[in-house]
Antibody, heavy 119, light 106 residues
Framework: QVQLQQSGAELVRPGASVTLSCKAS????????MHWVKQTPVHGLEWIGA????????AYNQKFKGKATLTADKSSSTAYMELRSLTSEDSAVYYC????????????WGQGTSVTVSS | QIVLTQSPAIMSASPGEKVTITCSAS?????MHWFQQKPGTSPKLWIY???NLASGVPARFSGSGSGTSYSLTISRMEAEDAATYYC?????????FGAGTKLELK
């Protein structure tokens, strides 16, 4: 069965960077784009960007350009998202999601990683 | 970017009651997806491409709409349907989500 296992909760200092991981199993990693979504009580669900694990090609929401960098490691079937220059606005739950391109939907979601930015 | 406005924001329904949640887009979209989220869990794809039920979704759910107006309907409310429902469009970049409709059991 398809599973997306995300890394654990992070507590980080303002100004720091953090890298979140998302390990995929139960399907061929390179056959599906991986998308990332941010969730906060204030802004709800926001699409951050996507990566094609086969080519490494990426697409970003303009709002998150410069904030997030997506990468993928085919050898370990793991996607990563680095968030830099963190502020309290980056405190959120972050999800990785598999994208099913036959119907253009995010069909499987990881359990989410909580990031808290605090001094 | 396309703004999706869901209504109502919060609602309650009794068991057996018909429920309709609407999603209005600021510009025309080709189709709409819907997600269900329960507290402490990640969103689940519930309805895709406007009217197709995701795997395991009960047949009492349905979706419809076109252009700027879409809806999710539950023919008869059950306790397990209490959750927050989000609409999402991918016709235009960036993909955007509605703010959610919290459905409670009365």
């Amino acid at each position: 069965q398809v599973q997306l296992q995300q890394s654990g909760a992070e507590l980080v200092r303002p100004g720091a960077s953090v890298t979140l991981s998302c390990k995929a199993s139960g399907y061929t990693f390179t056959d599906y784009e991986m998308h990332w979504v941010k969730q906060t009580p204030v802004h709800g669900l926001e699409w951050i960007g996507a990566i094609d694990p086969e080519t490494g090609g990426t697409a970003y929401n303009q709002k998150f350009k410069g904030k997030a960098t997506l990468t993928a490691d085919k050898s370990s079937s793991t996607a990563y998202m680095e968030l830099r220059s963190l502020t309290s606005e980056d405190s959120a739950v972050y999800y990785c999601t598999r994208f099913e391109d036959s119907f253009y939907a995010m069909d499987y979601w990881g359990q989410g990683t909580s990031v808290t930015v605090s001094s | 970017q396309i703004v999706l406005t869901q209504s109502p924001a919060i609602m309650s329904a009794s068991p057996g009651e018909k429920v309709t949640i609407t999603c209005s887009a600021s510009s025309s979209v080709s189709y709409m997806h819907w997600f269900q989220q329960k507290p402490g869990t990640s969103p689940k794809l519930w309805i895709y491409s406007t009217s197709n039920l995701a795997s395991g979704v009960p047949a009492r759910f349905s979706g419809s709409g076109s252009g700027t107006s879409y809806s999710l309907t539950i023919s008869r409310m059950e306790a397990e349907d209490a959750a927050t429902y989000y609409c999402q469009q991918r016709s235009s970049y960036p993909p955007t989500f509605g703010a959610g409709t919290k459905l409670e059991l009365k």
